[in-house]
């Protein structure tokens, strides 16, 4: 791996890392931890944040607070932030009805294509699927 490249954390890679009882602990661990050990920069955004709160709250009847001091462990995690406009939900609406895309989904992978990322860790294969054809690499 090339040193400085980005990686897309979506919620269930972040779920699993979080989740020791899940069966793909161990393994996502270990591989986010050799993504920080090649210099690979984690990203996520708040979107996915989101969504790691509600699941994990969901399952474990987890504080929102503990959660976050957990995601927090992750070295040097970058939060990636749409732009201010609504441009920004004009180019991902577009995306979503030109590949079928689910509203989050096409939000997610518009936040990563205008920041230029192109690899993604996520366990959803219709998300993979689709970032696919869009040129994301799945991290495995």
Known sequence: MTTNQQVFLD???????????NEKYD????????????????CTS????????????KINKTSAIEVI??????PDLV???PDATLAFA???AALSDKYNLGINDSLLL?????????????YDKQFVVKANRLGVEQIT
Request: proline share 0%; net charge negative.
């Open 69 to 74: 001091k957990e995601i927090d462990k992750i």
């Open 46 to 57: 708040h979107h996915v944040i989101e969504e790691v709160l509600h699941i994990a709250r």
């Open 110 to 122: 518009q936040l990563m294509i205008d920041v230029g990322i192109t690899r993604l860790l996520s």
């Open 27 to 42: 393994s996502v661990v270990k591989l986010i931890q050799q993504l920080l050990d090649n210099g690979v920069t984690l």
């Open 11 to 21: 919620a269930n890679a972040l779920i699993y890392a979080l989740d020791e009882t």
């Open 90 to 92: 004009e180019r991902y």
């Open 79 to 81: 939060l990636i932030e």
